[in-house]
């Protein structure tokens, strides 16, 4: 059965295209483009396991006794009260699941946590009702040699550059309201909580376009909060920090008044500013 099976399981990946197998081999998983990713997939992957080994067990023990002891006669079976054994096993099982799984949990989210003394790149970024403003902390970087920035409106989507190997630190605030900095594909999402400064770090792994997004319901346009996220190689990721100094994205923005003023002002007289 377990042969049968495998081969079915094998035959429906055959059907499918390589990017859906793939996903199917991660367990619905995105395509991972951060080094915080195999830890989270791990964790992922070993938790269907072990429920899968749970699963097997119940269902097996569920099958075994309906087969041994099915029967005509409708009367009430032998009842089993105050066995201990059994009833140290099934309050220590739930115990010992948690347990592992806790123990794995935590050692997964120490390393996707782990921040170094001394990050390659920091990117300062400010959430906003509705869209994103990312401030390349770049004054030190001879190369380009001043901070420069890049944000999005309501009717344009942000791009966000990082160059691959680098270590991130993201400083993420927000300008109003709480939202959540999310890209899939980092296996990580980290709220942005109005007043606080919070921040992580990561190292972008694979070159790329990556989709980001707010994910924390933050009003009537959050799904408008989308961002790209296009990991690159150091030129490349130089030459656009170049790009956004030459066009005069100099310094620091902290909000939609220093990304789109005329957007700003529309939305302080209340008219509507886009909608998608
Ligand atoms: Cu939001």
């Given at each position: 059965?377990?042969?049968?099976?495998?081969t079915?399981?094998?035959?429906?990946?055959?059907?499918?295209?390589?990017?859906?197998?793939?996903?199917?081999?991660?367990?619905?998983?995105?395509?991972?483009?951060?080094?915080?990713?195999?830890?989270?997939?791990?964790?992922?992957?070993?938790s269907?396991?072990?429920?899968?080994?749970?699963?097997?067990?119940?269902?097996?023990?569920?099958?075994?006794?309906?087969?041994?002891?099915?029967?005509?006669?409708?009367?009430?079976?032998?009842?089993?009260?105050?066995?201990?054994?059994?009833?140290?096993?099934?309050?220590?099982?739930?115990?010992?699941?948690?347990?592992?799984?806790?123990?794995?949990?935590?050692?997964?989210?120490?390393?996707?946590?782990?921040?170094?003394?001394?990050?390659?790149?920091?990117?300062?970024?400010?959430?906003?009702?509705?869209?994103?403003?990312?401030n390349?902390?770049?004054?030190?970087?001879?190369?380009?040699?001043?901070?420069?920035?890049?944000?999005?409106?309501?009717?344009?989507?942000?791009?966000?550059?990082?160059?691959?190997?680098?270590?991130?630190?993201?400083?993420?605030?927000?300008?109003?309201?709480?939202?959540?900095?999310?890209?899939?594909?980092?296996?990580?999402?980290?709220?942005?909580?109005?007043?606080?400064?919070?921040?992580?770090?990561?190292?972008?792994?694979?070159?790329?376009?990556?989709?980001?997004?707010?994910?924390?319901?933050?009003?009537?346009?959050h799904?408008?909060?989308?961002?790209?996220?296009?990991?690159?190689?150091?030129?490349?990721?130089?030459?656009?920090?170049?790009?956004?100094?030459?066009?005069?994205?100099?310094?620091?923005?902290?909000?939609p008044?220093?990304?789109?003023?005329?957007?700003?002002?529309?939305?302080?007289?209340?008219?509507?500013?886009?909608?998608?």
């Open positions: 059965m377990v042969a049968s099976a495998a079915a399981a094998l035959l429906f990946l055959a059907g499918c295209s390589a990017d859906t197998t793939a996903q199917l081999k991660r367990i619905g998983l995105p395509e991972a483009a951060s080094d915080r990713a195999p830890a989270i997939g791990d964790l992922w992957i070993g269907w396991i072990a429920a899968g080994i749970v699963g097997v067990f119940v269902w097996g023990l569920i099958g075994w006794a309906v087969i041994k002891y099915r029967s005509d006669n409708n009367d009430m079976p032998k009842q089993n009260r105050y066995n201990l054994p059994m009833e140290i096993f099934y309050t220590t099982a739930p115990f010992v699941i948690i347990g592992v799984l806790f123990y794995y949990t935590i050692l997964a989210q120490n390393t996707v946590t782990a921040r170094s003394a001394e990050p390659e790149v920091t990117v300062n970024v400010t959430a906003q009702k509705w869209s994103w403003v990312f390349y902390k770049s004054a030190d970087n001879p190369d380009v040699g001043e901070d420069v920035w890049e944000g999005g409106t309501i009717q344009q989507t942000p791009d966000l550059y990082l160059p691959v190997g680098k270590s991130v630190r993201f400083n993420l605030r927000a300008a109003d309201v709480n939202h959540s900095f999310w890209v899939p594909s980092f296996y990580y999402k980290l709220d942005v909580v109005a007043g606080r400064n919070n921040n992580f770090e990561m190292t972008p792994t694979k070159e790329g376009v990556f989709r980001g997004k707010c994910a924390e319901l933050c009003g009537t346009y799904s408008a909060m989308l961002f790209n996220v296009h990991i690159v190689s150091e030129e490349e990721y130089e030459a656009h920090l170049r790009g956004l100094a030459e066009a005069g994205n100099i310094g620091e923005a902290r909000g008044k220093d990304v789109d003023p005329q957007g700003e002002a529309k939305q302080d007289q209340g008219e509507e500013v886009g909608q998608r």
